[in-house]
């Protein structure tokens, strides 16, 4: 059951960073950003309230609060790392966020066996090499390294809060529109500032209402990620959860391949590779 629903989380996350990126090619990240998960949160909401989520309140919540806290924080900071650039090492250097939950699980006194540790260690270089790293060229700026360690490490820690939120499906999807309200909250106070000082807040042709389906797919995937990883943290070890949700990179160069025609490079091709003997030997460990 956690090799299944951490490889959902994988998949629900590569789709909705492959749309995300794809949204912000035309409109400003924060408002893709906002938007979305606005629309997350409006849908959610519907459905605490037609499953009695409300009476699920308690200590816990404030797991999902932090995860809507430091969420939009790490967002901005691996779109900031993202524009710098080389996407050739943001993307996988990015993956290290999986060392946050790995290491809550060790803490915690999960130890993975020898299957299980070599999977790991496969899957978590498959995922950096699927993530093509650029390895000649211009010297990459100490700020981006920076800003894209600061994403790892708030990712990492939205994987270790949002696993702890709820332990019942319907406190879940409390816990999980708590995440989404603190996250709109957060995103649109940083996305008011920034159109104070001058940044755009919409594309030149105004509100993007045509890409509204495509903001609506965005957000509620990343809620749906959400909520397998939280449910795939909950019944087996977090080390194998946390390093199967992380394949997500491996997915969204694969709808860049199928949707717009990229060529994987010889490196990601391999990389896809790795990841997916370290799947196995997770899944059978």
């Not at 995860?67 to 924080?73: D, E, K, Q, R």
């Not at 999986?98 to 803490?107: D, I």
């Not at 540790?117 to 700020?143: E, F, H, K, N, S």
């Amino acid at each position: 059951m956690t090799a299944f629903f951490a490889l959902a989380t994988s998949l629900l996350w590569g789709l909705a960073d492959f749309g995300g990126g794809l949204l912000t090619r035309r409109t400003p990240a924060l408002t893709v950003v906002v938007v979305s998960q606005a629309i997350a949160a409006v849908v959610l909401g519907v459905v605490v309230v037609a499953t009695g989520g409300w009476s699920e309140t308690g200590p816990r919540l404030w797991f999902a609060v932090a995860a809507g806290l430091v969420g939009p924080v790490a967002l901005f900071a691996f779109y900031k790392a993202l524009a710098l650039g080389p996407m050739g090492v943001v993307s996988p250097l990015a993956t290290l966020s999986v060392a946050v939950p790995v290491g809550v699980g060790l803490f915690l006194g999960e130890r993975p066996g020898l299957a299980q540790a070599a999977g790991i260690a496969v899957a978590v270089a498959g995922v950096v090499l699927a993530g093509g790293p650029q390895l000649t060229g211009a010297p990459v700026q100490r700020r981006t390294i920076l800003l894209t360690l600061v994403a790892a490490l708030g990712f990492g820690t939205v994987f270790a809060l949002i696993a702890e939120a709820s332990t019942t499906v319907t406190g879940l999807i409390l816990a999980l529109f708590v995440q989404r309200v603190t996250n709109v909250a957060a995103g649109g106070a940083a996305l008011y500032i920034s159109t104070k000082r001058g940044a755009p807040g919409l594309p030149e042709g105004g509100f993007p209402w045509g890409s509204l389906p495509a903001l609506a797919f965005v957000g509620l995937a990343d809620v749906a990620a959400n909520g397998t990883y939280s449910i795939a943290a909950q019944h087996g070890p977090v080390t194998v959860a946390a390093v199967l949700a992380s394949l997500y990179p491996v997915v969204t160069a694969l709808a860049a391949r199928g949707f717009l025609s990229e060529r994987l490079r010889t490196v990601q091709a391999a990389g896809a590779g790795l990841a997916l003997m370290g799947t196995l030997l997770l899944a059978t460990g």
